[in-house]
C-alpha cells in the first residue's frame, strides 16, 4: 500500500530550552499533556490513518498511559524510543511508520500542538506533486546575520526567507535515501527537508499560520495556554454557618473583632468556603463537602485558607490554575468594608492571584431572615478558571 499516509510525531527531546520539570511533551497545556494536545490535531486530519509517536526510551509505557489511552487517540499505531538527536528520533520513527506499510511520511514535532488539521492535508497534497513539501509561515521580521562579536554582519532580503515548521511530508523512498546519506557522511539537519535537499529533492514551501509555533522557550508556552484561554470555565459556590458567642469570626482569613463567631467544624470562614466551593465547581470536582468530610477528624478547628491552598492543588493536579474570584458576604454586622484589602490579599495569595483578580463584597439583609436576625451569615462565590 505506497499510498498510505503514516505521521511520525517525534516526542524525544529534553526540552533543555523550556527548562521545566519534566520534557516539556509531557507538560500540562489546558488541562492535557501537550504531547497529547499534538496528537489530538492528528487525530482529526482525516488525510492521516496511522501516527508513530517517538518517546524517550524507556518512557514507552508511561507515554502510553498518560498521554494516549486516556484521550481515545484510535491512530496511534506505535510508541517507540528515540535517539540523542531528533534526526536519530526521527530515523527510528520513519522505521516504525515504514512497517506500517507507509507510503508517504508526515514528521511533525510533538512542540507544535497548535498546528491546525487542515494544514496536514494542504501540505500532503503540495508533496504529491514535488516528493517532498513543508509548512512555513514568511519571515515577518527583518533578519540579520551577526559576527561572533555580536555585531550585524549582514542584513537578509526579507522576501526570501520563510520560518520552517512542520508538518514536513515525504515520499517514502526520498525520505529514506536522505536519511541513509545523512547516516552514511554522519551530518545532521535540524530538519528532514534539509536532508532531502541535500540529495536533490525538490522541496515545496506550504504556508503554515504563525499560530503553528514550536513550544521553545517558557513564553512560549505562556502564550499557547493564553491561546488556548477561551477554556477558560465558570463555578458557583454558596456556604452558611451559625453565629454563637464564644466563638472566633474569621472571614477571608482575617480575624474580626466582634461579640459573636462563627460556628463550624473548621473555622467556619464562610467566604473561604464558598470560594473553595465556586473553584472546585468550575473544574468540576464536586465540592468541599467531597474533598474535607466533616466526618474526619482532621479537619477539626483546620484553618480555612490552608483549605483553600489544598483545593489550589488539587485542581492544578488536574491542569486548572484560579484566574478569577468574586465573593458576596451577607452579614447584618460588623461592618466588613474596612477589612477588604487584607482579606483580598489573604485570599490573593492562597489562589496565587493579584488582589485586582479577587472582590468581595458584602451586604446586609435589611433584618431580614437569620442573616438579618443575625443567627448567621452566608456567602456566595463565583469562581473563574483557566487550563495551566
Ligand atoms: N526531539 C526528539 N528527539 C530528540 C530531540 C528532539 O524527538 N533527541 C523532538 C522534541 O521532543 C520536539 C521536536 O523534536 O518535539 C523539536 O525539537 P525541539 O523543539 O528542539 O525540542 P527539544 O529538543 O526537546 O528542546 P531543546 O532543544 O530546548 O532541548
Ligand atoms: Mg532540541
Sequence with gaps: MQSKVVAVVPAAGFGTRL??????????????????????????????????????????????????????????????????????????????????????????????????????????????????????????????????????????????????????????????????????????????????????????????????????????????????????RVGQGFDAHRLEPGRRLVLAGVELEHEVGLLGHSDADVITHAVMDALLAAAGLGDIGQMFPDSDPAFAGADSIALLRAVVERLAAEGWRPAQVSATLLAQAPKIAPHYPAMRARLAEALGLAPGEVNLAASTTEGLGFVGRQEGMAALATARVAPR
Excluded at 494516549?68 to 524510543?81: E, M, R
Design 19 to 232: 527548562g521545566g520539570a519534566r520534557p516539556k511533551q509531557f507538560l500540562s497545556l489546558g488541562g492535557r499533556p501537550l504531547l497529547t494536545r499534538t496528537l489530538m490535531a492528528l487525530e482529526a486530519a482525516a488525510a492521516l490513518s496511522a501516527v508513530v509517536v517517538v518517546c524517550p526510551p524507556g518512557a514507552e509505557d508511561e507515554t502510553r498511559e498518560s498521554c494516549i489511552a486516556p484521550y481515545g487517540l484510535s491512530k496511534v499505531a506505535a510508541v517507540v524510543p528515540g535517539g540523542a538527536q531528533r534526526q536519530d528520533s526521527v530515523a527510528a520513527g520513519v522505521a516504525a511508520a515504514i512497517e506500517l506499510g507507509a507510503g508517504w511520511l508526515v514528521i511533525h514535532d510533538a512542540a507544535r500542538p497548535l498546528a491546525p488539521p487542515e494544514l496536514f492535508a494542504r501540505v500532503l497534497a503540495a508533496a504529491q506533486e514535488t516528493g517532498a513539501a513543508i509548512a512555513a509561515a514568511p519571515a515577518a521580521d527583518t533578519v540579520k546575520r551577526s559576527d561572533a562579536g555580536g555585531l550585524v554582519a549582514a542584513t537578509l532580503e526579507r522576501s526570501e526567507l520563510w520560518l520552517v515548521q512542520t508538518p514536513q511530508v515525504f515520499e517514502r523512498g526520498l525520505l529514506l535515501r536522505a536519511l541513509a546519506a545523512a547516516q552514511e557522511e554522519g551530518y545532521y539537519a535540524t530538519d528532514e527537508a534539509g536532508l532531502v535537499e541535500r540529495v536533490g529533492g525538490k522541496v515545496r514551501l506550504v504556508m503554515g499560520g504563525r499560530d503553528n509555533f514550536k513550544i521553545t522557550t517558557p513564553e512560549d508556552l505562556a502564550l499557547a495556554r493564553g491561546l488556548l484561554g477561551g477554556e477558560a
